[in-house]
């Protein structure tokens, strides 16, 4: 079981525009064509952040239309927030603050042997980072800059940095990169 922070990101670090658009993402290509079909079969628990999960509740329409459902996901989901959020009907969503080191534990237990994916936001996949929970970061890199918006992962990674361990390339669109977190991290 790894935690994961699986994201996609303008070639200059954002991961969506300063609104929290995700409008620059979508012409890059289909999603079925990355290695995201693969990847969300071995998840078996979400950590979610608050954007992130408004984000969603604002485009249920549009995720409905491309997934087939407003909420897209069957694993456990936890959202990570300070403020009062709707629940969505039928989706198996748990609304937490505070420490992720405990809120780990449950999402471990939930996910069994399959892997934990945490969803957006590039402070919360820090907060794991900070941890010493986080084991893998997996990113997306589009064909286009943003100029300024919310960074992919606003942590200072300098020693030990980061391990490459794959890159490949899917459409013309976007790179994909694997890195391994040093276990002597944070």
Do not use: C
């Given at each position: 079981?790894?935690?994961?922070?699986?994201?996609?990101?303008?070639?200059?670090?954002?991961?969506?525009?300063?609104?929290?658009?995700?409008?620059?993402?979508?012409?890059?290509?289909?999603?079925e064509d990355t290695?995201?079909?693969?990847?969300?079969?071995?998840?078996?628990?979400?950590?979610?952040?608050?954007?992130?999960y408004a984000w969603?509740?604002?485009?249920?329409?549009?995720?409905?239309?491309?997934?087939?459902?407003?909420?897209?996901?069957?694993?456990?989901?936890?959202?990570?927030?300070?403020?009062?959020?709707?629940?969505?009907?039928?989706?198996?969503?748990?609304?937490?603050?505070?420490?992720?080191?405990?809120?780990?534990?449950?999402?471990?237990?939930?996910?069994?042997?399959?892997?934990?994916?945490?969803?957006?936001?590039?402070?919360?996949?820090?907060?794991?980072?900070?941890?010493?929970?986080?084991?893998?970061?997996?990113?997306?890199?589009?064909?286009?800059?943003?100029?300024?918006?919310?960074?992919?992962?606003?942590?200072?990674?300098?020693?030990?940095?980061?391990?490459?361990?794959?890159?490949?390339?899917?459409?013309?669109?976007?790179?994909?990169?694997?890195?391994?977190?040093?276990?002597?991290?944070?």
């Open positions: 079981m790894k935690t994961q922070y699986y994201a996609a990101s303008s070639l200059d670090g954002f991961i969506a525009t300063e609104d929290d658009s995700l409008d620059w993402l979508f012409p890059l290509g289909n999603v290695s995201y079909p693969a990847f969300i079969a071995d998840v078996g628990a979400l950590a979610m952040g608050s954007a992130t969603m509740l604002r485009h249920a329409d549009e995720v409905a239309l491309e997934t087939g459902a407003a909420w897209p996901y069957t694993q456990p989901v936890w959202i990570f927030s300070t403020r009062e959020l709707p629940a969505i009907a039928g989706a198996d969503i748990n609304f937490v603050r505070g420490d992720v080191r405990p809120v780990h534990a449950e999402m471990s237990k939930a996910a069994g042997s399959k892997n934990i994916w945490i969803v957006g936001g590039g402070d919360l996949a820090g907060q794991f980072y900070d941890a010493g929970l986080l084991d893998e970061i997996i990113v997306q890199v589009g064909s286009v800059t943003l100029g300024t918006g919310k960074p992919l992962f606003p942590r200072r990674v300098v020693t030990p940095p980061l391990t490459l361990v794959s890159v490949q390339q899917f459409g013309s669109g976007f790179a994909e990169l694997r890195y391994q977190v040093p276990k002597s991290a944070p």
